[in-house]
């Protein structure tokens, strides 16, 4: 017999492998055996290509099983399985015989899948490509599960009814004795009309604007949902790809305003039925009438109330495009600004410039789309004219600038959590730290000083545009007790106690003192900038020139020069040296007595300018409010924080140097209990040694100084006085060591429709030479005190250690025989020169500006931002040390960001008929 139809001999001995190559059989077929199936390349069989007994060797791999398959077939005879060898690898238990788990394993044939996946008799990749059949069913499948969903889902939903989903509530504001303050902020202000009230412009408006098919569309934007989703799922907004149907659905669904896929998949299927059985009239009506406009406006009617006290129906097309920019986001786009929610990105000239250009914008594309005669859009170039957006009543007075501010706190601190859009939907109760009786206090100071001395209509030239601001703090917890915000917040807008832009003037010079007792004045012959030990800390006995037009030197003796070469040279007010001649020599005490510009110049030049700022900044000053810092000019109040932080600030020393940020609520509950609730974090930001000079030194300001019209006979009292270049603002910040008080006044236009408005001079206001802040302002500032105190008990401020060293003392003088005591009787004293005895008896203040340095000097002072901090009571963030480089840091303006919806009429104090 041949070769290939020998029999195989039996198996050799036991054992399990014996017995499983006992169980294989030849193959009745011929065929040859298999080149190198010993893996030889020298032989073509291999010196051991049989097993015992004449087996058919094993394949040792796909390609050659693959070649001895096709040997067989072409061959004509029988194919037969291939046996397992001795070279292949083991079979996988209970798998298919073969040359193992490889990937070349071929399934059995005879066994049927459902899903032939990985593709049997196929291999390396092609094994694991799917077949078109599967690959279509697969898809097949996926969609129509997608399609019962949808069906599911559309079936499943309704259409909701504006009427049944407005439900927004009040939020409740209470004085600090838990009475009730006011009840505002949530309540919807909607009043639904039909379409035939609602002009065409304004439908055409938010047409061209945000769905320019709306007529024509099935209600949903295919693209703009799934650029919406994938947006959300990289974290991102999810607005931006509704339709007009689509913004309405989700208009009338407050109940869930959530960006979530689930949220914005409902909205898709209530879209879709809405835009399948709702009337197109119908869906823009409901648009129109449910969409939120700021000023706590909900509708287009109630819009136009809020925005130019018309019906809506009497909009015209500039008005209308107007409107359909606000629907973008009150905050960013009301004329009116929202600085207590973003104090730099939502300023009033920020977002009149971001309205402007939407609303050019929409009126270009009404044209291009057909919907406006060119003619008729060139009508409208500017800004339509806005009212102010308060008009509730119960806001008017004092209590909607107190709204305003206890609001911009919750927005504002990050430790309350809660938005912008929850105050709008309400239900909350919030509990204030105002007082009620010191609010009504302040308010009838002011009114008292302005209508016995402040006339517009009998001397229009000096007395129109006269403000008054005014703020008061607790010493030892920063809550903000009352505030003067103008004369009434229906009327005027500004926040005065919070933010004006009005500079400080010598009112800052407590801070320069504080800063010399804290770090010292630097030694000259010493070439770097001195650590702490190497400094000399300041006694308020400590000698400084008081001398008129001083020349100003750096701490290493040179004259100091600004950015033109020109020397700096101090005027005092009055343009008057004090002290005695010739080198007009006078202790701290006295300088900051009758307010000397020229020693307290050159104080801060000493110390260094970034030590001053940084004493202003442990005091409770913003960094943000700074401005000039590498000016000598720095040390006399260019700078310009609000009322609120300036007597928080003051409060500080009252404190005895203990650091309280100023904030406006206590407390806040809802239906489920306790949202938040303040915890005080107080800081040592001076030495008590530090603190209590400061405060004696104030003291005299006000038994024998400038600030005597603030006396409170029997109780101690500490302040200071202030006055700015030009005449433009004055201050008076004063306490006791209960309550600490910053009265500011000033002249600024309050008439928004006037472009570059500016401060006014006051010389001759309130038929006045000039005001001081001891005029007008201490006055109001002891009236106000003298009430608030009353009942009080009487306590005096902590008597001051001793603290620092004397500086410049004047030399000993050389011994003289003593006089006899005829000599002594007919020795007369020196004369004092004329402008000496001729000061003014009435205690005045000083201009902060140098000889060649009265106007703008890049930093000077002009320049600095408003104390956007505040929203004091708003924003509350801990005051830091500033780097000690002496670099200005001030920002003038930024949070940005902050928060999209709503404004300052709109949950703070909007429309409420």
Known sequence: MSEHRRKPQPPQGGGRAAARRGQSGSSPGRRAAPRGATGSPSDSYGSDSYGSGGEEPSYGGRAEARRAAQRSSSSGGRRRAAEPGRGGRRAAPGGPPGSGRGRGRVTDPGHKRLIDYPRAGKYGWRRWMPSWKLASGLSLAFFGSMVAVAGVGYAMVSVPKVAQTAEAQNNVYYWSDNTEMVSTGGETNRQIINLSQIPKEMQNAVISQENKTFWTDSGIDPRGIARAVFNMARGGDTQGGSTITQQYVKNAMLDDQSQTVTRKFKELFVSIKVGASVDKDEIMA???????????????????????????????????AFL????????????????????????????????????????????????LDAADRAKYKELPKVQNPRFNTALSGQVGYLVDLANAY?????????????LREGGLSIKTTFDKKKVGQLEKAVTKVYKANIDPKKRPDTDTHVQFGGASVDPETGAIVAIYGGSDATKHFTNNADETGAQVGSTFKPFVLAAAMKWGVRDPELEAVQAQDERTKVSPKSLYSGKNKLKIKDYDGSVWQNEKGEEWLQVNDGDESRGEAPDYRIDLREAMQFSVNSAFVQLGMDIGLDKVKEAAVDAGVLDSSLAGTDFPSFSLGISKPSAIRMASSYSTFAASGKQNNPYSVQKVTNKDGLVFEHEGKTKQAFESAVADNVTDVLKTVVDKGTGTKAQLPGRDVAGKTGTTDGNKSAWFVGYTPQLSTAINMFRYPDD??????????????????????ASFPAEIWHDYMAEAMKGKKVEKFPTPEPIGEVINEAPSPTPTPTPTETEEETTPPPSPTESETDVDPRPTDEETCGFFNCQDNGGGNNNGGVDSGGTDGGVTDDPTPTETDGEDDSGGGNNSGGN????????FGGNST
């Open 410 to 422: 919750l927005v504002n601190n990050e430790e309350t959590g809660i938005s912008e859009q929850e």
């Open 900 to 907: 999209n919806n709503g404004n300052p009429g709109g949950i």
């Open 324 to 371: 359909s920019a606000v629907l973008k986001g009150a905050t960013y786009y009301d004329p009116a600004g929202a600085p207590s929610i973003d104090p730099v990105g939502a300023t009033a000239e920020a977002n009149k410039k971001r309205a402007l250009l939407q609303m050019q914008d929409t009126l270009d594309k009404m044209v291009e789309y057909g919907h």
């Open 752 to 773: 928004e429709t006037i472009k570059n408005r500016t401060f006014l001079e006051m010389y001759g206001t309130g038929d006045q030479e000039s005001i001081h802040g």
């Open 286 to 320: 409901g648009y129109l009438n449910s969409a939120y406009y700021g000023r706590n406006a909900y509708g287009i009617q109630a819009a136009a109330r809020a925005y130019f006290d018309k019906d809506a129906i009497d909009l015209n097309a500039g008005e209308c």
